[in-house]
């Protein structure tokens, strides 16, 4: 089975401040994580994913997310926030197989203060 | 590239009838097919998976005679929720999986929010 946990529903941050949002997994094998936004009553928007490589992943709208394998984490980052970037971040993972859809977690509200 | 549609984006039909939902891949081909459902504040449930030309997978607890699933074509796939009730409004969302090799991107349409009333 495959799992992702975003243990924060909400996260504040004051504009111009660093963010970030926390994710952890539980898949077998290798993960394939990938990080997406939602705006209100809107589909996803792609953000970032990580599958081999570079621990680091670097994304859209200056965002960027960190894999450690030891944690289980991919938590994801912005050196500085926007207000725009007040939106719903959601973390999936599937596992390297392929054969299963991807599992998301909970999600967490980010709110950029001005 | 990897634009997935789905129309109607919202929808309000009485109690009782029958919605259906279309989602497209517009300018590649899916071989398999995701649809997902969103209630207010919460996250993506998984509802079934889809593969072009055979029948439709459904996760535990979702049943498979009132949203029926049809992947007739590799960009085409349709869920219907049949004889409608006010807890099946929801948020639908649907996925794709491109059948190139190496692609392991889910692309997924902008939803489709169902009332019913």
């Known amino acids: 089975a495959q799992s992702v946990a975003q243990p924060e529903d909400q996260v504040k941050v004051a504009e111009g401040n660093p963010l970030t949002v926390k994710c952890t997994y539980s898949v077998s094998g290798n993960p394939y994580l990938f990080w997406y936004v939602q705006y209100p009553n809107r589909g996803l928007q792609f953000l970032l994913k990580y599958i081999t490589g570079d621990n680091l992943v670097k994304g859209s709208y200056g965002f960027e997310a960190e894999f450690n394998k030891s944690q289980t984490s991919f938590h994801l980052k912005k050196p500085s926030a926007l207000v725009s970037d007040s939106a719903l971040y959601f973390c999936?993972?599937?596992?390297?197989?392929?054969?299963?859809?991807?599992?998301f977690g909970s999600g967490t509200r980010l709110q950029v203060q001005p | 590239g990897a634009v997935v549609s789905q129309h109607p984006s919202r929808v309000i039909c009485k109690s009782g009838t029958s919605v259906k939902i279309e989602c497209r891949s517009l300018?590649?081909?899916?071989?398999?097919m995701f649809w997902y459902r969103q209630f207010p504040k919460q996250s993506l449930m998984l509802m079934a998976t889809?593969?072009?030309?055979?029948?439709?997978?459904?996760e535990q607890g979702v049943e498979k005679d009132k949203f029926l699933i049809n992947h007739a074509s590799l960009t085409l796939s349709t869920l219907t929720v049949t004889s409608a009730h006010p807890e099946d409004s929801s948020f639908y969302i649907c996925?794709?999986?491109?059948?190139?090799?190496?692609?392991?991107?889910?692309?997924f349409g902008p939803g489709t929010r169902l009332t019913v009333t």
């Open positions: 889809s593969n072009e030309g055979s029948k439709a997978t459904y």
């Open positions: 996925s794709a999986r491109s059948m190139l090799a190496g692609n392991y991107e889910q692309y």
């Open positions: 300018d590649f081909q899916a071989t398999t």
């Open positions: 999936a993972v599937r596992d390297m197989t392929g054969r299963r859809a991807l599992t």
